[in-house]
C-alpha cells in the first residue's frame, strides 16, 4: 500500500527528468487549448499563446516546488501535493492576471471579462494538476516497490558475509594468537565491525565510515591472502563528509577479491581512488581480471543492489558503472556531494 506520509527518497523534484516530462505535459495541454473547438484567433497565434502561457505556469510552479522540497527536505508526500496544489492554483491565477492585461494593451479582444478568464484557467490548470498528481503517486508507488526489495535484498545481503571467510577469519585470528596477540585482536575486532556493519545493513552511513569497513576487510583478506594481495589508497585527507547507504563499498572490495585476486595464482593488486568536484565525487575501485573461471556467486546480485540503494538515497544523480579495462575490471561510483549532519 502507498504511504504517503513518508516520500521515498528519489523523488527530486528539480530533477532534469521531472522539469521535462512536465515541460512536455504542459506543451501537450498547450496543443489541445489550440485545437479545442470555438476558437475565433488564428489556430497557429493560439498555439503560441497557450505554449507561452502554460509553459509560464508550469516552470513557476516546478520551480517554486524545487525550492520547497530543497529548504523542506523531509516534506511527507500528502503535504507535498496539498502545496503543489496551492502552487499552481496561485501561479495560474497571477500569470492569467498578468497575461490578461498584457493581451489586452496590446489590443487583444477577449471573449470573456476577468473573472471568467481566471476561473476557465483555474478550471484546466485542477484537471491537469489532477492528472500530475496521479503521475507522481505512481512515481512514489515504485519507487517504494524499489524500497521494499532493496529492503528484501538486504537482509540477504547481511548473509553475504560468507560461511568459509568467517571460518578462515577465526582460523587466523587463532594463528596469530600464538604468533601476534595484537594482531589477533586486530583481527576480531575488524570481523566484529563486518558483522556489525551486516546486521545495520539497512541504516545510512558515511563514505568515512565506510572506507573505515572497507579497509576493516582488507586488513582481514591480507593476513589470509598474505603476500598475495596488495592494495593502494589513494584518498583525500580529510575525506569529504557525505551520506552512502551501510555496505556500500565493502560488497565491491569483496568482489574485487573474490572475482579477481583469488583466481591469480600469483594474487594481485588493488587500486582505490577517490576523486572530488564541486558537484561530485568519484570513487574507483580497479582489479585484475582474474585467470581463472569465476567460483563465487552473487556478483550482480551486489552491483544491483547497491546501484538500487544508492538510487533511492540520492536519485538520478547517483551512479554505478561496471566495465573491463586491459584485463582489469573497474568500477565507478558516482555520487553527489553532499554534507551530512551524522
Known amino acids: ?44 497565434f493560439r498555439l503560441g499563446l497557450s505554449t507561452l ?15 520547497l522540497q530543497k529548504y523542506r527536505p523531509n516534506i511527507s508526500a500528502k503535504r507535498l501535493a496539498a502545496c503543489a496544489f496551492a502552487i499552481l492554483l496561485t501561479c495560474t491565477t497571477l500569470v492569467s492576471l498578468a497575461a490578461f ?25 485542477l484537471i491537469v494538476g489532477i492528472i500530475g498528481l496521479q503521475f507522481y503517486l505512481m512515481h512514489l508507488e515504485r519507487n517504494q516497490r524499489i524500497a521494499a526489495q532493496s529492503r528484501a535484498e538486504l537482509d540477504a545481503l547481511q548473509a553475504r558475509i560468507r560461511p568459509h571467510f568467517l571460518f578462515n577469519s577465526l582460523n587466523t585470528a587463532a594463528e596469530l594468537t600464538r ?38 576487510y582488507i586488513d582481514l583478506e591480507r593476513w589470509r591472502l ?11 585527507d580529510p575525506l569529504p563528509d557525505t551520506p552512502l547507504p551501510a555496505l556500500t563499498l565493502q560488497p565491491l572490495l569483496e568482489n574485487a577479491v573474490g572475482h579477481g585476486i583469488e583466481r591469480i595464482t600469483t594474487g594481485g593488486s588493488i587500486s582505490v581512488c577517490l576523486l572530488q ?47 573491463t579495462i586491459d584485463n582489469h575490471y573497474r568500477v565507478k561510483l558516482v555520487i553527489p556531494y553532499a554534507h551530512t549532519d551524522r
Open 277 to 323: 568536484s564541486e558537484q561530485n565525487i568519484t570513487l574507483l575501485i580497479t582489479n585484475p581480471a582474474g585467470e581463472k573461471p569465476a567460483r563465487l556467486k552473487g556478483n550482480g546480485m551486489a552491483i544491483d543492489n547497491i546501484r538500487k540503494r544508492l538510487e533511492l538515497l540520492s536519485g538520478e544523480q547517483a551512479k554505478l558503472i561496471t566495465g
Open 179 to 216: 604468533e601476534d596477540p595484537e594482531a589477533a585482536e586486530a583481527a576480531l575486532l575488524n570481523l566484529s565491525s563486518l558483522f556489525r556493519a551486516a546486521l545495520n545493513a539497512g541504516e545510512a552511513s558515511t563514505l568515512k565510515a565506510e572506507i573505515a569497513l572497507a579497509k576493516a
Open 226 to 236: 598474505g603476500d598475495r594481495l596488495s592494495i593502494t589508497w589513494d584518498l583525500p
Open 1 to 44: 500500500m502507498l504511504n504517503l506520509h513518508t516520500a521515498p527518497p528519489g523523488t527530486s523534484l528539480c530533477s532534469s527528468k521531472l522539469v521535462l516530462r512536465a515541460t512536455v505535459l504542459a506543451q501537450a495541454v498547450a496543443i489541445l487549448l489550440a485545437l479545442a473547438p470555438g476558437a475565433v484567433e488564428d489556430r497557429w
Open 101 to 125: 492585461v498584457l493581451l489586452t494593451e496590446k489590443g487583444w479582444e477577449p471573449q470573456v471579462n476577468l473573472s471568467w478568464f481566471i476561473l476557465h484557467n483555474l478550471t484546466i490548470a
Open 53 to 67: 502561457f502554460v509553459q509560464w505556469v508550469a516552470l513557476l510552479t516546478l520551480l517554486l516546488l524545487c525550492q
